[in-house]
């Protein structure tokens, strides 16, 4: 397929702004005729065509931001969503949420639908079904339309844009740390199927810690959870085997490792820890409370929106696309202490 | 201020339906020259201006439904949202969600955002400060323009246009008809300020349940929750009167009731009972967990936009509002059973 020639392209290879490039081709008085003319008859030697659908998103700002998440009922996102209002509502955008439902076919017609003209640029967290497909078509095609997107939690590398994400690794290895100070050693990770990348992340931490502590990760005591399939059914059978705590990557398997000890006649915390993932409201109305990795969804949301709103509003001179980290923070409350 | 005249009036004196009275206004063929004449005099005559913000609704469908809820962090929306999806996708929908925060200005705004042409028709629930204030000119100017609007949960008289409610006030009467069947006699309310309709409603299912055993409200019993306070402040002192059980409107204080009887060294449930409203997550992991009533979110997202895509599909010849009550379950749980 030929390469599409975009204002990029052009901007890059005559050395102007993209700005630039798109003021002459409309034309505009601001631009000296010499650099117009150079730019006009570039763009017809390329053929180039301006993608409607991009000249539109460019030309008639909405002051809305489309924003698609993977899941409805989820505490994460539900913070995330508050910070994105909240930055949004302070530089005078409105927000719109869709939900892929982890679906890959409703996330590439979620996108359609929200980049038709009804918004100024997007903010996505990936669908489980397209990073298990690996197909990112639907974004990279945003990206070269130039229509500005920022990508959080879930984010892919072969994804050329603005991104947000926690620190995860760091996270896994404050999270098990923890309970390594706390004097337990044999740890069970439940965790995400591998192509979750959080998931894999916050596995790199917990291993990392171990290694720390000359402790050999043991495959036996990382259950990976099918969410098709009964959560507490799979995470079971690890109370089976010789355990004194638990890291679990979010608050719904760290409640139900929780449940489960207190069946098993463990006293939760003095025989046994859980520190689970997500500062969401069962994590603190779990009796025993649940230690959390508090992972900021608030902030998150509140610099992706910013990051999107400068990305709209300013046309830089080269694109090169920012990363923001944001680290995590424990949250002590009453399902871990010292060991005694 | 004088009437404006729309095609519903129209349609209404000269006795045809309203999609006579749209084609005849535009002038097609499909339509008799005679009632044509007719139409097009009477519009003449009483100065009709088609709104073009309802044409464009009306003409260009996006196959989009805009939803406005109060709250971003709430199991009962997120249920009906899934109940909207899935409802949407069946007939092949989108829907973009949007939140009014319970203010009166944001939703405001909302609504003007999303029925600038970008969505079909609106399912809303109402903020909280235009309950207080009583001002829907908002909504009803929105009727006006014939832009179908479906409004949930949390509905008012004034406003003329499809609405889906749970049956609050049998709800509240079987909440506190199952403490009152298990032996409870002082039974305390935590509900909403007055203005919120729910909670009113739920609160003469409450005092029903007690006047058919003979027992007199107690106004010391019933605590209305400011949510812009602590709520766990605002229920501690009810504890210090003579009460054996909690009925409370939503799951977050449920839980808070059963968090401050637990430290009082009251035991749950075997001497004091507490059940809650919104089968939530918190409900099904809190310790114990709570017996509640559960409002089936989901049926009323799938019916609300099941109503309003009837609405958008088919002109009815007379537009009568429809009304569906949703009736609620009680979901027992470990919070509740007869006392000893």
């Known amino acids: 397929m030929k390469q599409k020639i975009t204002i990029k392209t052009i901007a890059k290879e005559l050395g102007v702004s993209t700005s630039t490039v798109s003021k002459a081709l409309k ?17 017809n030697l390329y053929n180039y065509k301006p993608n409607s659908l991009a000249l539109q998103l460019r030309n008639q700002k909405t002051k809305v931001i489309g924003v ?12 995330v969503i508050m910070g994105i209002e909240e930055g949004a509502i302070e530089k005078g955008y409105h927000i719109m949420v869709c939900f892929s439902n982890e679906s890959y076919a409703k996330e590439v017609e979620t996108l359609k639908v929200l980049s038709n003209g009804s918004v100024d640029g997007l903010i996505v967290s990936i669908a489980n079904e397209t990073l298990k497909n690996k197909d990112y078509k639907h974004f990279t095609d945003l990206v070269s339309e130039e229509i500005p997107l920022v990508l959080f939690d879930r984010v892919v590398d072969d994804i050329l844009c603005d991104k947000v994400v926690v620190d995860d690794v760091g996270a896994g290895y404050k999270a098990t740390k923890h309970l390594l100070d706390n004097g337990r050693k044999k740890i ?60 679990a990557v979010n608050e719904i398997y760290a409640a139900n490792a929780i449940r489960i000890a207190k069946e098993k006649g463990l006293k939760v915390p003095e025989d046994f820890s859980v520190i689970g993932f997500t500062d969401g409201l069962i994590s603190e109305y779990s009796s025993p409370s649940i230690t959390t990795i508090a992972q900021h969804g608030f902030t998150m949301g509140k610099q992706s ?15 090169s696309p920012k990363k923001i980290v944001i680290s995590s923070d424990l949250k002590l409350r009453e399902s871990t202490k010292p060991s005694s």
Do not use: M, W
Request: aromatic share 8%; net charge negative; glycine share 2%.
């Open 68 to 79: 698609i998440l993977p899941k409805i009922v989820h505490h994460f996102f539900s913070t």
């Open 188 to 247: 069970a990770l439940i965790t995400t199927p591998k192509h979750v990348n959080v998931g894999t992340l916050r596995r790199q931490g917990y291993e990392k810690a171990l290694i720390e502590e000359y402790i050999k990760t043991n495959n036996n005591l990382i259950i990976e959870i099918d969410e098709n399939l009964d959560v507490r059914k799979q995470i079971e059978p690890v109370f089976n085997l010789d355990i004194d705590g638990v890291f």
């Open 305 to 319: 929106v910013e990051l999107l709103i400068e990305r709209i509003e300013k046309e830089s001179e080269v694109y």
């Open 27 to 43: 034309d505009s008085h601001e631009i000296s005729k010499e650099t117009k003319d150079k730019i006009q008859a570039y763009a």
